[in-house]
Each structure stands twice: as structure tokens, then as C-alpha cells.
């Protein structure tokens, strides 16, 4: 069937069977492979993409289900010179990157949090990557580059380039 | 030429999604949350011949107050209940069982409605649903249908919804004034633990002080969710003394091993219980040093 939705900002049209998942979408039918595969059943957010603004796992979403909608890989995210953005020179910053399977899930659940919440706590940070499994950094430099983040997001009040418009105006 | 499995559609109202699930000759199936059925696809070949995806039909994400119960539409997601202000205000406890299922990525895609459907034996929200003495709502081509929650989950994975049935919405009565409600949660690790123990309890106090009204719920202790009316009846028109608590405590525990025998797990569920809800009730009933 034919799936049509926005991905990180332009137009995507794309034939696929109707019964693959949103990963496999991305990945392997549309060539973005920088949305990762960790468990394939939900479980370590290594996949985490977002789906009209919301963080989801797109190893549980039916390629179809995307129809329409506004899809955000971690090939949108970027800053205004298509470098890293804020969040993502922060994460190398922070050295919270080690082999970086599980960064572009990270990034993106970094995301959502400071879409919705722009003075997270510690313990909102935990919990906003929660459903992200990392198995080299240890979680605290994670943190402390989502946390420097916001902090400095506070500071200058100015949303950073992201492609999402969802995103956009929640940060405005 | 790409094989295609079943074909996909969307329902586009709750009418709409009832007919698409009971066209002659086709075998359909709801896709809710997805969280389940995608996972399920993988794993078998044959699933269905059509996916009806209720996802995006508004009505079944609506929370709102009808008179003195609080309807909660079938499709809405677990952080749609845990950021609704009236489920937190009138059931508290559901807002804290919805909050400890899994991650965010779980949260924003599965449903109370797809929790109560499948019945998994970890389904959080049940214990949660089944202590505000929720009802289940569906849709069927013959008309509507509603059973209280504790009677349509049979065991689980088993229900009483029958095939071509939509589930609508779960509503429940706002509890009287002054209750109290908790949901505890015993896992292995806190955000994505299918959970192995839950206790979800309501209770209210009259002038006098005494307890006019309680409501104990275990989760995934016994097959059939439901309340353990011996441990309640402890409890009813007492004072809640911390002995009593104590007392009502080891009573649900008797109860659980009277409908479930001894089992493998019961050296650890036993204890488990027990303290845990004792230290439901004491959160209810404001007891001192019972946690
Ligand atoms: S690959 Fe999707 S959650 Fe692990
Ligand atoms: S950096 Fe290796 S899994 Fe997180």
C-alpha cells in the first residue's frame, strides 16, 4: 500500500506492505537508518521516533498508522547550520556518548521532555528516559546534557532547530 | 508486486469502526494501541485479514464528566489519563496505575481500552478499574453492551467481549467525598516492569471516624481481578487501628490462597501482599509506622 506523512518536515510517499512496522519503514524502505533496532519489542527505546510530537517506540507502530501524520527521526533534529543542535553538542559535550547505539533514541526522548518542560527536575530527566536503555554510559552523563540543556534553553528562551513545527511552537 | 498481509484501515467514527469489524467473510482486528498487536504480528504469519485501526477516531479519546460517573473513552492513551485533571481529581489511583505502565514511548501508545481487551495478566490498570467498580462500555452491530470490568475479564488474556464487539469507554461512579484512593506497584524495575504485584485500594472515613467505605483490589494475584470482600469486611465500621490494618492484611492474603492454592510463587507472594497491603491501607487510613 501507499503510506504518505511528513518526515521531519517534507512531504514522504512510500510503498510498502501494510503489515511491516514504522522502523522497518524508516529504515529499510525509505533509507533513514539512523533510527536504531535494539530489541524490536518495545523495550529499549533505541527506536523511539516522534509521532505528531509524541515520543513512541516505532518497533510497535504499523507502518500505516504513520498515514498523515508527522513523523521526527533523529535525522530531523539538527541545529540551524545542519551540525548537531544544542542538545546534541551538549551530549558530546557531556561525553554521554560511548558507542551511540542508543543516542538517537536518547536524543529524541531528550526532545520530548524539553517540548513539554523546560525546568525538568533530575528525577523528571530519569524519568523521561526511562523507557531508553544504554549500555555503556552509566545514564549520568545523559542527564547532565539533557539537564544543560534545558538550563540554557531557559536562559536564551529561543526554540532550536528542529524540524518538528509541533515541537517548535510547544518550545515558543 | 508487494504481498500484502491484510489490508489497514482506519475507522473513522465508533459506527464506522463496528461495521469494519463485522463485514461478512472478513476477519478483523482492532488495532488500539498497537503495543500488542504489532508484537503479535510479528510472531504469527496469519493475524487477521484486515486491521481496523481506532486510533485516531476522537470520540474514543474523550475523558469527560456525565452526571456523577467519569467516562473515559476506550482509545485514550495512558498519558491522555495521566494528564487528565478530573481522573486525577475523582480516581487518583487509576492516574497512578496509568503512570506506572511502562516508559513515555509506552504511555502515548496504549489504551485503557486495549489494557481491559487484552487482559494481560500485568494489565496495570486493571486492579486500578476494577477497585472504582468500573464498567465497560462496547459497541456491537446489535447495540450497546456494558459489563462491570471485574466480570468481563475472566482470566487472563480471557473476556467476555464478544467477536465484532468494540469497546467503547470505561466509566466509573466519582467516589463520596473525603475517599482516599492508592495504587502500589511491587516490580523489578520501575519503568518498564510488567509488573508482578500491584494493590490498588480505595477508602473513606466516616465523622466518627470510622471506615464507611473500603475497596481492596490485588493485581495479578489471583486470575479474576477483583475485590477481596473478607479483608474489606475486616475493616468496615471500624476504626482503622493499625492492629486492624494488620489484621485485614493477613486476611486478603488467606483470601488470595483460597481462590489461587498454593503455588511455586505463593512462598513469595505471600509476604508480599500482606505487607503491601498493609501499607495501602495505611496510606488510606493515615495509620503511624505501618509502611
Ligand atoms: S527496538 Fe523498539 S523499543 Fe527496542
Ligand atoms: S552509548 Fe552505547 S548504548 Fe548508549
Redesign the interface.
Known amino acids: 500500500?501507499k503510506i504518505e506523512f511528513t518526515l521531519n518536515g517534507e512531504p514522504c510517499s512510500v510503498?510498502?506492505?501494510?503489515?511491516i512496522?514504522l522502523l522497518h519503514l524508516l529504515r529499510d524502505y525509505v533509507g533513514l537508518t539512523g533510527t536504531k533496532e535494539g530489541c524490536?519489542?518495545?523495550?529499549c527505546?533505541a527506536c523511539?521516533v516522534l509521532?505528531d510530537g509524541?515520543?513512541?517506540?516505532s518497533?510497535?507502530?504499523?507502518a500505516?498508522?504513520a498515514?498523515g501524520r508527522d513523523v521526527v527521526t533523529i535525522e530531523g533534529v539538527r541545529g540551524a547550520d545542519g551540525g548537531p543542535n544544542d542538545l546534541q553538542k551538549n551530549f558530546i559535550d557531556h561525553g554521554a556518548v560511548q558507542c551511540g547505539y542508543c543516542i538517537p533514541g536518547m536524543v529524541l526522548?531528550g526532545e520530548?521532555l524539553l517540548a513539554k518542560k523546560l525546568n525538568p527536575s533530575r528525577a523528571d530527566i530519569r524519568?523521561?528516559i526511562?523507557?531508553?536503555l544504554c549500555r555503556c554510559t552509566g545514564y549520568q552523563q545523559i542527564v547532565d546534557a539533557i539537564e544543560a540543556t534545558a538550563a540554557a534553553r531557559r536562559d536564551t528562551r529561543q526554540p532550536q532547530s528542529i524540524e518538528d513545527a509541533k515541537v517548535h511552537e510547544e518550545v515558543l | 508486486m508487494?504481498?500484502?498481509?491484510?489490508?489497514?484501515v482506519?475507522g473513522q467514527s465508533i459506527p464506522h469502526a463496528v461495521a469494519l469489524l463485522n463485514e461478512p467473510g472478513v476477519r478483523a482486528r482492532v488495532?488500539a494501541g498497537?503495543?500488542d498487536?504489532?508484537?503479535l504480528?510479528?510472531e504469527e504469519r496469519d493475524v487477521c485479514d484486515r486491521?481496523v485501526?481506532i486510533?485516531l477516531i476522537p470520540e474514543l479519546h474523550q475523558i469527560r464528566r456525565a452526571g456523577d460517573r467519569v467516562v473515559i473513552g476506550a482509545g485514550a492513551n495512558f498519558?491522555e489519563i495521566v494528564e487528565s485533571p478530573l481522573v486525577n481529581e475523582t480516581a487518583p489511583a487509576l492516574a497512578d496505575a496509568c503512570h506506572s505502565v511502562?516508559?513515555?514511548?509506552?504511555r502515548?501508545?496504549g489504551t485503557l481500552g486495549g489494557n481491559v481487551a487484552n487482559a494481560a495478566a500485568c494489565a496495570d490498570s486493571l486492579p486500578a478499574l476494577v477497585c472504582f467498580d468500573a464498567v465497560a462500555h462496547a459497541l456491537t452491530p446489535d447495540g450497546a453492551l456494558e459489563w462491570p470490568v471485574s466480570d468481563l475479564v475472566i482470566r487472563p488474556n480471557q473476556t467476555k467481549l464478544p467477536a465484532g464487539a468494540l469497546l467503547t469507554a470505561l466509566s466509573y461512579q466519582i467516589p463520596g467525598e473525603g475517599s482516599r484512593s492508592v495504587f502500589l506497584k511491587l516490580g523489578r524495575r520501575?519503568?518498564?516492569a510488567i509488573s508482578r504485584l500491584t494493590v490498588a485500594a480505595l477508602g473513606r472515613l466516616d465523622d466518627a471516624g470510622r471506615v464507611a467505605e473500603v475497596r481492596i483490589v490485588p493485581g495479578s494475584a489471583t486470575p479474576q481481578i477483583r475485590r477481596f470482600p473478607k479483608a474489606e469486611a475486616v475493616l468496615l465500621g471500624q476504626i482503622p487501628t493499625l492492629e486492624l490494618l494488620r489484621e485485614a492484611a493477613r486476611v486478603a492474603v488467606a483470601e488470595m490462597t483460597e481462590i489461587t492454592g498454593k503455588r511455586w510463587s505463593s512462598e513469595f507472594k505471600e509476604p508480599a501482599l500482606e505487607s503491601m497491603v498493609l501499607r495501602a491501607l495505611a496510606q488510606l487510613f493515615d495509620a503511624q509506622g505501618a509502611a
Open positions: 500500500m510503498e510498502a506492505p501494510a503489515h512496522n524490536g519489542v518495545g523495550e527505546g523511539s509521532l509524541k515520543l513512541v517506540n518497533c510497535l507502530v504499523l500505516p498508522q498515514g526522548a520530548a524519568e523521561a526511562a523507557g531508553n | 508487494i504481498m500484502e498481509k491484510f489490508s489497514y482506519r488495532l498497537g503495543t498487536l504489532v508484537l504480528m510479528k486491521v485501526d486510533t498519558c511502562g516508559a513515555t514511548q509506552i502515548n501508545m520501575n519503568a518498564m
